[in-house]
């Protein structure tokens, strides 16, 4: 069995890009829970298809999958996720196959993240050069969504934080 990932660039240009003092956060497919343990929120989830080696005090996890949360509607002021984002014909390693564009998984969880957050809250994911970057952003566009984005240079790719503005009823 493969160990779970262990936190890499993309972890940590994920966590740098949260913000502070959130009252209610969810992270969907948290891994280690390494960003949730430096995350500074009230209450923090976790969630992954693959139970953590340790889940440290403080956060609470949930094996359940991503796609299917069984959170209530507007019970999270954040949610966030570094999701798989390689492209890939199928499904081998969870962690990184993030389906042919590589941003499938992420578009899931997305639209998993806006019926879980509250009105006005925040969501943040992480895609790659790598991941169909315009697919992600055409659907955003397409669902009304306020975004932005921040890019971090690595010397074999660049990462993308995207914040997300859970504006519900914008008609
Ligand atoms: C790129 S890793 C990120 C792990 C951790 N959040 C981090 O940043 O270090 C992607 C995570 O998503 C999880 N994952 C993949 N598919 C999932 C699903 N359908 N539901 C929940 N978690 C999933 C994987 O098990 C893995 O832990």
Same mark, same amino acid.
């Given at each position: 069995?493969?160990?779970?990932?262990?936190?890499?660039?993309?972890?940590?240009?994920?966590?740098?890009?949260?913000?502070?003092?959130?009252?209610?956060?969810?992270?969907?497919? %948290?891994?280690?829970?390494?960003?949730?343990?430096?995350?500074?929120?009230?209450?923090?989830?976790? %969630?992954?298809?693959?139970?953590?080696?340790?889940?440290?005090?403080?956060?609470?996890?949930?094996? %359940?999958?991503?796609?299917?949360?069984?959170?209530?509607?507007?019970?999270?002021?954040?949610?966030?996720?570094?999701?798989?984002?390689?492209?890939?014909?199928?499904?081998?390693?969870?962690?990184?196959?993030?389906?042919?564009?590589?941003?499938?998984?992420?578009?899931?969880?997305?639209?998993?993240?806006?019926?879980?957050?509250?009105?006005?809250?925040?969501?943040?994911?992480?895609?790659?050069?790598?991941?169909?970057?315009?697919?992600?952003?055409?659907?955003?566009?397409?669902?009304?969504?306020?975004?932005?984005?921040?890019?971090?240079?690595?010397?074999?790719?660049?990462?993308?934080?995207?914040?997300?503005?859970?504006?519900?009823?914008?008609?």
């Amino acid at each position: 069995m493969k160990l779970e990932y262990a936190p890499a660039e993309d972890t940590f240009a994920l966590l740098d890009s949260l913000p502070n003092n959130v009252s209610t956060a969810l992270e969907i497919g %948290c891994g280690s829970c390494f960003i949730l343990a430096h995350l500074d929120a009230k209450y923090k989830v976790g %969630c992954d298809i693959r139970k953590p080696a340790i889940v440290s005090s403080g956060i609470n996890f949930v094996l %359940c999958d991503g796609r299917k949360l069984p959170f209530r509607q507007n019970s999270f002021q954040l949610a966030f996720f570094n999701p798989p984002y390689l492209p890939s014909k199928g499904i081998q390693d969870p962690a990184v196959d993030g389906g042919r564009g590589g941003v499938e998984i992420a578009l899931l969880f997305l639209t998993q993240s806006l019926d879980v957050t509250k009105d006005g809250g925040q969501i943040f994911t992480l895609l790659s050069s790598f991941s169909d970057l315009s697919l992600f952003r055409k659907t955003l566009i397409e669902l009304r969504l306020n975004f932005s984005e921040k890019r971090k240079r690595l010397f074999f790719e660049e990462l993308d934080v995207f914040k997300i503005y859970a504006r519900k009823n914008s008609g």
